[in-house]
C-alpha cells in the first residue's frame, strides 16, 4: 500500500476513535463486579470466602440458609424470608444471585450461588 499524506480530516477521526477506545475502557474497568460463582452441587452445606469474612450455605427443607462470621454484611435481590443477624434466609431454587453488601466499606459483591 502507497504511504498517503495524513490529512485533517483523517488525523480528527483517528483522535475521535481513539477518545472513544480509552472512555469505553475507562467504563468497562470504573463500573466492573467481580462475580463470585459457588456451586453446591449436592452438598448440604458449603463455605466460602468474600473479603476475608467466612459464609456458610446450607440447604435445609426448602430453604437456603446463609450465615456470615461478620455483622457487617447484608444480602439484597433476593425473595428473604427470614433476617437475623448474620443469618438469611431465602426460598430454595435451582441458582440465585445475589448481592452481597459490605455496610462498613460501603461495597458490592455479586453472588451467584448454584445448589445443582
Same mark, same amino acid.
Given at each position: 500500500?502507497?504511504? #498517503?499524506?495524513?490529512? @485533517?480530516?483523517? &488525523? %480528527?477521526?483517528?483522535?475521535?476513535? =481513539?477518545?472513544?477506545?480509552? %472512555? /469505553? &475502557? =475507562?467504563?468497562?474497568?470504573?463500573?466492573? #463486579?467481580?462475580?463470585?460463582? %459457588?456451586?453446591?452441587?449436592?452438598?448440604?452445606?458449603?463455605? $466460602? @470466602? %468474600?473479603? *476475608?469474612?467466612? $459464609?456458610? /450455605?446450607?440447604?435445609?427443607? *426448602?430453604? =437456603?440458609?446463609?450465615? /456470615?462470621?461478620?455483622?457487617?454484611?447484608?444480602?439484597?435481590?433476593?425473595?428473604?424470608?427470614?433476617?437475623?443477624?448474620?443469618?438469611?434466609?431465602?426460598?430454595?431454587?435451582?441458582? @440465585?444471585? =445475589?448481592?452481597?453488601?459490605?455496610?462498613?466499606?460501603? @461495597?458490592?459483591?455479586?453472588?451467584?450461588?448454584?445448589?445443582?
Amino acid at each position: 500500500m502507497a504511504a #498517503q499524506k495524513l490529512t @485533517k480530516g483523517r &488525523f %480528527v477521526q483517528i483522535i475521535i476513535m =481513539l477518545t472513544l477506545l480509552i %472512555v /469505553a &475502557f =475507562l467504563w468497562r474497568t470504573i463500573t466492573y #463486579q467481580d462475580v463470585i460463582t %459457588v456451586n453446591c452441587g449436592a452438598q448440604k452445606q458449603c463455605n $466460602f @470466602k %468474600v473479603n *476475608e469474612t467466612q $459464609f456458610t /450455605a446450607k440447604i435445609e427443607s *426448602e430453604m =437456603l440458609s446463609i450465615s /456470615a462470621s461478620d455483622s457487617d454484611w447484608s444480602i439484597k435481590g433476593a425473595d428473604i424470608i427470614q433476617e437475623e443477624p448474620k443469618i438469611w434466609q431465602i426460598g430454595l431454587e435451582e441458582s @440465585k444471585q =445475589l448481592s452481597l453488601i459490605n455496610n462498613s466499606q460501603e @461495597k458490592t459483591y455479586t453472588l451467584e450461588l448454584s445448589t445443582k
